[in-house]
């Protein structure tokens, strides 16, 4: 059996195969109040259908002010955790892990949806003000955000354990924690974006601060056998930002707090940076966290082909993968990989009709 078609147990949690469903913001919550509907159970399901080993919701917000959009989920009440309750059972039904990412935007909020342009949208617009760990925005033409007082971060720790909270009730077998992609916990761990000279800026370690925080009062109230993520921007292609040294020391410091695996990604948290992509090109950072830190990684960024992700495996670069764009477009990708590396697949019943 290939290696990407081998099971990995993390905590208690045994996974069927190494293909994690990378969480992908879908901007569809019509109400504007972040719940759930049709549109996530189809999109979800369907690739736990397809075959993927986990099934990750996209990133949902621990509060109203932290949606990227209007139109993204949170996980910070009740109707909003109901309404996830069928997606996780179906989800389950099909033999795949049922795992949510936790967010907050910081100062990357209240945008219009992508195919819309992502322009800022105003209080008129339903918009709303941002907030980071400075009042530095993102770029020249985004909103200044007003800089968070102790106060305030924390009740964002506090809205991050609610919503872990949440997940582990309503039957989300897997947690991940947001720190990438120049959104709030990235913001904080940033010497670009936080320029606090308090205990949570200065320092690597006062940088981290905020995050430790988050990932101590999540380990704090989910159960143990919870397998905890955390998807991290292991650099971010800026000439004096955060870099892969820096991630190595926060991913062993999350190690030893509980974390289970580091999702590394990079970049976006600056529109200076300097980003060549290509089939696998953030495959090293990985691997650097891997070796570096001694920790448990997914590697992701246009893994499209089969033998590409289990090369990656037996090279031991990761000992995951998590794919993304090529699962939207091909959500039964799992299935072909396992026919081309194994030499067959299971399909379901109601799909057997295509393959004979």
């Known amino acids: 059996m290939s290696l990407l078609f081998n099971p990995i147990k993390i905590r208690s949690i045994i996974i069927k195969n190494r293909i994690f469903v990378s969480p992908m913001c879908q901007y569809s919550s019509e109400t504007k109040d972040g719940v759930p509907n049709e549109w996530h159970l189809v999109h979800l399901g369907t690739r736990a259908i397809g075959g993927a080993g986990l099934v990750m919701a996209e990133a949902t917000?621990?509060?109203?002010?932290?949606?990227?959009?209007?139109?993204?989920?949170?996980?910070?009440?009740?109707?909003?955790?109901?309404?996830?309750?069928?997606?996780?059972?179906?989800?389950?039904?099909?033999?795949?892990?049922?795992s949510i990412q936790l967010a907050h935007a910081g100062r990357k909020a209240s945008r219009n949806k992508p195919w819309l342009g992502s322009n800022r949208l105003n209080i008129e617009e339903d918009g709303w003000d941002t907030v980071a760990p400075s009042s530095?925005?993102?770029?020249?033409?985004?909103?200044?955000?007003?800089?968070?007082?102790?106060?305030?971060?924390?009740?964002?720790?506090s809205a991050f354990s609610k919503s872990a909270k949440y997940a582990a009730d309503i039957g989300f077998k897997c947690i991940e924690l947001h720190l990438a992609h120049g959104y709030l916990a990235?913001?904080?761990?940033?010497?670009?974006?936080?320029?606090?000279?308090?205990?949570?800026?200065?320092s690597l370690k006062n940088r981290s601060r905020f995050?430790?925080?988050?990932?101590?009062?999540?380990?704090?109230?989910?159960?143990d056998s919870i397998p905890l993520f955390a998807r991290i921007s292991v650099t971010e292609h800026v000439e004096g930002g955060w870099d892969t040294t820096d991630s190595i020391e926060l991913s062993t410091t999350?190690?030893?707090?509980?974390?289970?695996?580091?999702?590394?990604?990079s970049g976006g948290n600056s529109p200076d940076q300097n980003l060549e992509t290509f089939p696998g090109y953030q495959v090293p950072l990985a691997s650097h966290v891997k070796k570096g830190a001694d920790i448990l990684t997914g590697a992701v960024g246009m893994i499209?082909?089969?033998?590409?992700?289990?090369?990656?495996?037996?090279?031991?670069?990761s000992d995951v993968v998590f794919i993304g764009r090529e699962l939207l477009r091909n959500p039964y990708w799992p299935l072909d990989a396992k026919s081309e590396l194994d030499g067959s697949t299971i399909w379901p019943g109601q799909y057997i009709r295509a393959i004979q």
Do not use: M
């Open 136 to 157: 530095i925005p993102y770029d020249n033409n985004w909103q200044t955000p007003e800089e968070l007082t102790k106060e305030a971060i924390a009740n964002l720790i």
């Open 211 to 223: 995050v430790i925080e988050v990932v101590k009062a999540v380990r704090k109230v989910i159960p």
């Open 304 to 317: 499209n082909k089969p033998k590409q992700a289990e090369k990656i495996l037996n090279d031991n670069h």
């Open 254 to 265: 999350l190690k030893s707090e509980g974390v289970d695996l580091i999702d590394c990604s």
């Open 186 to 202: 990235n913001q904080f761990l940033s010497p670009i974006s936080n320029k606090r000279t308090d205990e949570y800026g200065g």
């Open 61 to 98: 917000s621990v509060t109203p002010e932290g949606r990227i959009s209007p139109y993204d989920l949170g996980l910070w009440n009740s109707k909003q955790a109901d309404s996830f309750q069928p997606i996780v059972k179906f989800i389950e039904k099909y033999n795949s892990i049922p």
